[in-house]
């Protein structure tokens, strides 16, 4: 499995972020477009939620990865698997047929660019403020990007997106992985009562 080099920054202003892009001459790879994602998990999955697998729509392609966290609070935390496949629903299927769980279905919003060695995405989730993730190939990539972009490298956060809502809303991280419908519309009708449709 390939180790992710990436960090967030929570909390963002948007237009502040996308000039800072600009003056950096950073490309922009993909406007905002609505991600669409299924999370699956083995059957048992633990507080931590260290091992699951994805099967996204991107807009303009499709991925099935698997992900395995191994440590928290690290920018080399977590290790990837991903494949780019045809069928959202066949992907599942195959998930399903290797005996994974269905424990969430989510949606966000992704604008992504690149700027030096790093892939910089703005991401909008249900019932979060837009934050940044910078990718890299390394971590002295990651700090380059981030400094030049103005964030203090060690105001970052590591890790997956249940890590955000868990600080955010004072819940532990189970409480995401297993909130079956996790939209927009959703969140907009119900806030963050949304989390408690997939607790037992």
């Given at each position: 499995m390939n180790t992710e080099f990436e960090i967030k920054f929570?909390?963002?202003a948007e237009d502040l972020v996308?000039?800072?892009?600009?003056?950096q001459k950073a490309r922009q790879l993909k406007p905002k477009t609505?991600?669409?994602r299924q999370v699956f998990h083995?059957?048992?999955?633990?507080?931590?939620g260290d091992t699951w697998a994805r099967v996204r729509d991107e807009g303009d392609k499709i991925t099935m990865s698997v992900k395995h966290a191994v440590e928290s609070n690290r920018i080399d935390c977590v290790k990837e698997?991903?494949?780019v496949v045809n069928s959202f629903a066949q992907a599942c299927d195959l998930l399903l047929g290797l005996g994974l769980n269905p424990s969430s279905y989510q949606e966000n919003y992704r604008e992504t660019w690149a700027l030096g060695r790093c892939e910089v995405t703005i991401d909008t989730w249900p019932g979060l403020n837009p934050f940044v993730e910078i990718e890299g190939e390394d971590e002295n990539s990651v700090r380059q990007v981030s400094e030049a972009l103005g964030f203090a490298y060690e105001d970052g956060v590591f890790g997956s997106i249940?890590?955000?809502?868990?600080?955010?809303?004072?819940?532990?991280?189970?409480?995401i992985?297993?909130?079956?419908?996790l939209t927009f519309e959703g969140f907009a009708?119900?806030?963050?009562?949304?989390f408690q449709f997939g607790l037992p």
């Open positions: 929570l909390d963002i996308k000039n800072q892009l600009k003056e609505l991600m669409k083995p059957n048992k999955i633990d507080e931590a698997a991903e494949v249940d890590i955000i809502y868990a600080k955010k809303y004072a819940i532990p991280r189970k409480f992985t297993t909130a079956k419908r009708l119900q806030g963050e009562k949304i």
